[in-house]
């Protein structure tokens, strides 16, 4: 198992923090607590993850929903500030990773909180019919982080253009 160096905990310490306060402020099964606490100690690894499920009789099956419900809300946290910095992202691959995530996973899991989350932060983006450089990046990073294709994408944007029918004119779509 790996436990973190100094510059290690230096560099994720908005993740170590956040997992601290995500263990304690939302209600989680006590194996999910325990995880939280591992990855706020910055002693976190797959191995450690799968000793955790083992010790509480947990399938991989039931914890990944789950899994999956923790990385979307430090990606919620991440996006308070409606960016998601270099860090951010990747923090939310260091916990796909250590949660064996895989592409597809969010769109399946949790499509309906995707979509709030999207439709969000697309509609702030067009709010003004305007799109800035850094509002582009976050279109981007969003796509990236919930492993959706293009035209998933695509589609989420359409939809908020239609919502919103003087941008729609624009040259984007």
Same mark, same amino acid.
Request: charged share 25%.
């Given at each position: 198992?790996?436990?973190?160096?100094?510059?290690?905990?230096? *560099?994720?310490?908005? %993740?170590?923090?956040? +997992?601290?306060? !995500?263990?304690?402020? /939302? &209600?989680?099964?006590?194996?999910?607590?325990e995880?939280?606490?591992?990855?706020?100690?910055?002693?976190?690894?797959?191995?450690?993850?799968?000793?955790?499920?083992?010790?509480?009789?947990?399938?991989?099956?039931?914890? *990944?929903?789950?899994? %999956?419900?923790?990385? +979307?809300?430090? !990606?919620?946290?991440? /996006? &308070?500030?409606?960016?998601?910095?270099?860090?951010?992202?990747?923090?939310?691959?260091?916990l796909k990773?250590?949660?064996?995530?895989?592409?597809?996973?969010?769109?399946?899991?949790?499509?309906?909180d995707?979509?709030?989350?999207?439709?969000?932060?697309?509609?702030?983006?067009?709010q003004?019919?305007?799109?800035?450089?850094?509002?582009?990046?976050?279109?981007?990073?969003?796509?990236?982080?919930?492993?959706?294709?293009?035209?998933?994408?695509?589609?989420?944007?359409?939809?908020?253009?239609?919502?919103?029918?003087?941008?729609?004119?624009?040259?984007?779509?």
């Open positions: 198992m790996m436990k973190y160096n100094s510059k290690f905990m230096m *560099k994720y310490y908005q %993740l170590s923090s956040a +997992f601290g306060k !995500i263990g304690k402020e /939302l &209600e989680l099964p006590e194996y999910l607590k995880i939280c606490s591992h990855i706020a100690s910055g002693n976190i690894s797959r191995e450690k993850v799968d000793e955790i499920l083992i010790n509480h009789h947990i399938h991989y099956s039931i914890a *990944k929903v789950e899994f %999956l419900k923790l990385i +979307f809300e430090y !990606i919620k946290r991440a /996006l &308070e500030d409606n960016i998601l910095t270099c860090q951010e992202k990747e923090d939310i691959k260091f990773g250590w949660f064996r995530i895989r592409q597809g996973d969010f769109y399946y899991h949790n499509k309906e995707i979509e709030q989350v999207i439709t969000y932060h697309l509609s702030k983006i067009y003004d019919n305007f799109v800035t450089d850094e509002e582009a990046l976050l279109k981007v990073d969003l796509q990236e982080i919930f492993d959706l294709s293009f035209d998933q994408m695509n589609n989420y944007s359409k939809i908020q253009a239609h919502c919103c029918p003087e941008f729609a004119t624009q040259d984007f779509l």
